[in-house]
């Protein structure tokens, strides 16, 4: 009997593997998950907890309740691929052989550049992430607290998981200013390492003109150098500064050092090198990357991640079937982006083209705000939608 063997048990190992048990019978295939953490957190709801419209303990379930029966999972760590022996090695159950692996590692924030970065988040004071659930509280608390100045949200590099979330900080927070009765006493500068707001038409456009007028100004090509808290100052590397008294920052992202140790299987940031369509690895005809691992060119989302999902369990019928795989990966994504209380913006594209209008909407908010983790927890992780 064939083994496949998933590395993660995050959103796009718990989608996979729950999909691939619904089309193959225990007897038929053996599936493995290895998964280093007993908690499983619903991480698109961090920017409602920032604006206080979600609890975090709604976020979390314990791993092992979210696999279909006949699915092994092992709460260990991997720290190295052995491609060419075909198997793993983990920090306290020893090898693990595969017939195919599936790499849904996941990415992780590195706090060491910009410099003074850490020691700031450590301090928190005025400099805040939300890409963590204790930092979005801290932020969360910030901001109620709040009664005038500047408040930056800055992105250090990309790519990043879900790239719009720091611009739905700067709106929420724009628009939350207004509620409170402080919008004169305020200013808001987004920072972005990029030549625009928004890499894709015609979101791009529509979030132009929502933050020319609101208010809120963006200072593009600014790539963090270093950080200074005390001061309330953040430096690029081309000389530029921008002042903040209260700033959300988006630390950089890898992949996991685990794929460092592994030769072949990702690049210099770690992520695991795929075909962009056919989801396997650059190099090794077995591996096949899901999820924020990859380098795939597209935007890092549980929505990318749920047709990834139906995309790889329809390559895995045909490979075991003895047949080529014709299924491919187009890059569709949904993200959903609050642009202030009550309404949400939808950007839906895929590789080649948008899909969806840029249109803010109050029946968007609901989907956003009061559905999606419920479908998430009920319906996306078990291959149902």
Known sequence: MKRILVLGGGSAGVMFSNRMRREFGQDELEIVVIEKSEKHIYQPAFTLVVFDLDDPKNLVRPTKDLFFDGIKLVIDEVTKIHPEENKVTTTKNGDYSYDYLVIATGGRLVYGEPEGMKEGLEKGTNLFTFYNMDGAVKLRDALKNFDGGTIASTVCEMPIKCPAAPMKFIMMAEDMSRRMGIRDKCKFVFTTPMPAVFSRQPYASKLESIFKARGIETVPNFTPSEVDHDKGIIKDFGGKEVKFDLMSITPPHEGMSLIENSEGVGDAANWVTCDKHRMVSKKF????????????????????????????????????????????????????????????MFAHFNYEEAISPAIESYANWVLKVHMLRPLYFNLMLNGLV
């Open 285 to 344: 005809e077995n591996i096949y990357g899901i999820g924020d691992a990859t380098d795939f060119p597209t935007s890092k989302t549980a929505s990318g991640i749920r047709k990834q999902a139906k995309v790889l369990v329809s390559i895995f019928k045909a490979i075991l079937k003895g047949e080529a795989p014709t299924a491919t990966y187009d890059g569709e994504i949904i993200c959903p982006m609050l642009t202030r209380y009550n309404r949400v």
